[in-house]
């Protein structure tokens, strides 16, 4: 059974930073290295949005709105996938969710980031 898990949020002061991470397990590393992996973010009364994606060739592709702030990285040794989050602001509160597509698609539970003074 394949599983996503998120780690790394938290509160966190405007202007600061913060590295999330998604872990898969389940999953060969073959199967994971092929997939294409996402960040989505959602915050209260909002739809779920692309933050930030991640082709099998490390390609990547990143929301207008957080582009020069987040970064999103994978490491298929580890079947790993993060995102560092970097001059926070308090518009970036959400609950983040970690997404792969691996011909079928699994989501994580998401990891609570809350940007406030």
């Known amino acids: 059974q394949v599983q996503l898990v998120e780690s790394g949020g938290g509160l966190v002061q405007p202007g600061g930073s913060l590295r999330l991470s998604c872990a898969a397990s389940g999953v060969s590393g073959i199967i994971f290295s092929r997939s294409t992996m996402g960040w989505y973010r959602q915050a209260p009364g909002k739809q779920r949005d692309l933050v930030a994606v991640i082709g099998s060739g490390g390609n990547t592709n990143t929301a207008d709105s957080v582009k020069g702030r987040f970064t999103i990285s994978r490491d298929n040794a580890k079947n790993t996938v993060s995102l560092q989050l970097n001059s926070l602001k308090p518009e970036d509160t959400a609950v983040y969710y970690c997404?792969?597509?691996?011909?079928?698609?699994?989501w994580g539970q998401g990891t609570q980031v809350t940007v406030s003074s």
């Open positions: 997404k792969m597509n691996a011909g079928f698609v699994y």
